[in-house]
């Protein structure tokens, strides 16, 4: 039986302890970003075990150039809207830039209002050792929390370049050291983007929680896409970690340019599309 087809049969509701346990057994967690009703609805009677309403909708349904302008208030936009879509998948929702730096408090009554407001599963946020405090106080209030580690987005400017993190050695010691940590003080999960494939699967085989790569090799436990990358829609953003599994730009193009040439030339409706 295919993977895709035994997923549907099995209609329980994903949980964090279910990840777990797909760890332990060797299953890899499959995960995707949706960010509105329809998508998600598609991609969660698909299979999918995981959907994440990341900040990434900052690009990709916003259009800005990074993930930082999104706010609280949009972020719990899509969430709400990727919940109504939902019934199987655990629905992760990302913390936006700015709304848990600050302090402990500040953290926590943003993850609040993202579980009250959206009713999802969870709450993803970036970084290790520097927001501890935070990542506790809403670990205190029930919230269960997914890291990020790695290339975090909302981090760019220090940065400067979306390029591969942890090559040198200070980085990648610093990234096991986080690793532990969030798993530690209670994290159900990790994501870790754009690192060497060697030192995520490191993290993995060292770590219980499972660990989800995104440009971060085979060796993890799960996958994490952005669903506009993966289906094609974003022509612009080619990485090698990318795997296009449908090219929906160009059938987009192609489905419009046909309607309106239909329209110009009196094509559409014909007899049988009206009253
Ligand atoms: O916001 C997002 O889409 C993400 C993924 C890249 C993991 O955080």
Redesign the pocket.
Same mark, same amino acid.
């Given at each position: 039986m295919s993977v895709a087809k035994r997923d549907l049969e099995d209609n329980r509701k994903v949980t964090t302890h279910r990840l777990i346990e797909m760890k332990q057994r060797g299953e890899k967690i499959s995960?995707l970003?949706a960010y509105d009703y329809s998508m998600a609805q598609l991609i969660d009677q698909a299979g999918m075990d995981v959907i994440?309403v990341?900040?990434?909708?900052s690009n990709v349904m916003a259009g800005n150039v990074t993930?930082l302008p999104i706010t609280l208030d949009q972020m719990i936009y899509h969430g709400k809207s990727v919940m109504k879509a939902v019934k199987r998948a655990l629905v992760v929702v990302?913390l936006p830039f700015g709304t848990y730096q600050g302090n402990s408090k500040e953290a926590l009554s943003s993850a609040i209002r993202v579980m009250k407001e959206t009713h999802a599963d969870c709450i993803?946020l @970036?970084g290790g050792s520097e927001i501890r405090e935070s990542i506790e106080r809403i670990l205190c209030a029930g919230i269960p929390v997914m890291g990020?580690l790695g290339l975090t987005?909302q981090s760019i400017n220090k940065f400067g370049t979306y390029t591969v993190r942890a090559r040198e050695e200070a980085e990648a010691k610093k990234l096991v050291e986080d690793a532990h940590l969030l798993e530690e003080i209670g994290c159900f999960a990790i994501?870790l @983007?754009k690192i060497p494939a060697s030192l995520a699967a490191r993290v993995a085989s060292e770590l219980t929680i499972p660990i &989800?790569g &995104?440009g971060a090799g085979g060796g993890v436990d799960g996958q *994490?896409? *952005?669903m506009h990358d993966m289906l094609g829609i974003n022509k612009g953003f080619s990485p090698r970690f990318l795997r296009r599994y449908a090219n929906l730009a160009e059938d987009i193009t192609h489905a419009v340019q046909a309607y309106i040439e239909d329209v110009k030339t009196q094509d559409f409706p014909n007899e049988k599309e009206q009253y």
């Open positions: 995960m970003t994440l990341g900040d990434s909708a993930t990302d993803k @970036e990020h987005p994501v @983007e &989800i &995104i *994490v896409l *952005v």
